[in-house]
């Protein structure tokens, strides 16, 4: 017997974990489905407060793979809170932090996922893993898959950032660069999946991907001393990390480990805003249209967002909101979000520092509250868009001459 079942999200239909691979065979691709756990046998196994965070993997009992089974050797999770009293002040709340994402091992807070998948890939015995993405999730992928010498197909649009590119070729993966969007790299991997019988890591198709990720809310809760922060803020691009905090903090209050649900407050890009647009507009996700995306954060950019019932849900219950931002602005956030913290994040991941400025204008966030922003990527990842953001921030190297006879007039420059 497993300590768990799956739970279609448009039916409510039930199925234990052998019965089913990935969605509700009633409905297709759309038939997203949710991990339960039976928390009252669950809150009498494990001691959360006495835990020591030293991966993802510490949570295991609360994720859906065995106590025994082996986990990749890539250390995924355990990522730094960083709290930041600069930018506190500068948005006006009481304490805020930033979770940094970038520093996982393939640089994404999408290693959790792909992680989970290379266990779950093993248990089903699957040679070879297979993922649509716009980078970062086959990034991790190919990362994770490496390090247990298991074979992955990616195929990701021909217009992803050369770094994840890079990354994917160099772990061994085998890549298909798709003439087209997101989206059509997606229909693609599930029908080859589906043809060839590869283990599917693709977001919103997968109901294990969110388990994985559900790990970073643990991890808050844990770094915040099993104490909720009042809001968290994160980029939005298929929903699913947005989703994955709602049921990490869900998890969590049903097991009596923590009080209350925080905000949760998605930040997507103006040129890429389904789920803000239905938000504002009460429009069901079912039956909206796909939109046409557009905008520099590649990893937020999605014309049908997969795991949209779990981001409308996180939305909805923890009383939270959507926000959307300009390009210019998630550029503009890349240098602050760097010169105030440290941290340096690829575009989708500065769009929530991004998002998170106008969310306190609209009063979605005050004085009283304590805020965590998720960090989800790193700044290497994407570095022709970090310069373009320094050139727009006015921020240019100076150039000077190696000539030793104009050494003084050199030094003399520095001298400010
Ligand atoms: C994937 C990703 C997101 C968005 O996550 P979704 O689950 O698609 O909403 C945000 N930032 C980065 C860096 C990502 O890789
Ligand atoms: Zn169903």
């Known amino acids: 017997m497993s300590h768990y079942h799956l739970v279609c999200l448009v039916c409510g239909r039930e199925f234990a974990p052998k019965d089913v691979e990935y969605v509700c065979p009633d409905h297709g691709d759309e038939g997203v489905l949710d991990v339960v756990y039976d928390y009252e046998a669950l809150a009498g196994e494990i001691e959360l407060q006495d835990l020591d965070m030293g991966s993802m993997w510490s949570y295991r009992p609360l994720l859906p793979v065995p106590s025994e089974a082996a986990t990749p050797p890539l250390k995924v999770g355990a990522t730094p809170l960083y709290e ?35 266990v779950k890939a093993d248990e089903l015995g699957s040679a070879v893993v297979t993922t649509a993405s716009t980078g970062n999730a086959a990034a991790a992928l190919a990362g994770l898959a490496a390090s247990v010498g298991r074979e992955t197909v990616i195929f990701v649009p021909a217009a992803a950032p050369e770094a994840k590119i890079a990354q994917l070729l160099a772990y061994g993966s085998t890549v298909l660069l798709v003439d087209g969007a997101y989206n059509d790299a997606i229909e693609l991997c599930l029908r080859a999946g589906e043809r060839f019988g590869w283990y599917n890591r693709t977001t919103g198709f997968n109901p294990y991907m969110s388990e994985g990720k559900k790990t970073v809310a643990y991890e808050v809760a844990h770094q915040l001393s099993w104490e909720a922060p009042d809001v968290v803020v994160v980029s939005v691009g298929d929903g699913c990390i947005l989703g994955s905090l709602w049921k990490g903090f869900h998890d969590l209050i049903e097991l009596g480990a923590v009080d209350s649900m925080p905000r949760l407050i998605g930040v997507q890009a103006e040129g890429s805003a389904y789920l803000a647009d239905a938000w504002a507009s009460g429009e069901d996700v079912l039956t909206k249209a796909p939109i046409r995306p557009d905008t520099v954060a590649d990893s937020i950019s999605a014309a049908l967002p997969r795991d949209r019932l779990k981001a409308m849900r996180a939305v909805k219950e923890s009383h939270g909101a959507f926000v959307t931002v300009t390009d210019e602005e998630i550029l503009a956030a890349i240098p602050v979000l760097a010169r105030t913290t440290g941290v340096f994040a690829e575009p989708a991941a500065a769009a929530a520092w991004a998002g998170f400025e106008g969310a306190v204008q609209s009063g979605l966030a005050t004085a009283k509250d304590r805020v965590v922003v998720l960090s989800t990527g790193s700044g290497l990842k994407d570095v022709p868009a970090a310069l373009k953001a320094v050139s727009l921030a006015g921020l240019e190297p100076r150039h000077v001459s190696s000539d030793p006879a104009t050494l003084e007039e050199t030094l003399e420059e520095f001298d400010r």
């Open 84 to 118: 930041s009293p600069l930018l506190a002040r500068r948005s006006g709340v009481r304490r805020l932090w930033v979770k940094d994402e970038g520093v996982q091992p393939t640089g994404s807070l999408k290693d959790r996922a792909s992680a989970m998948a290379l």
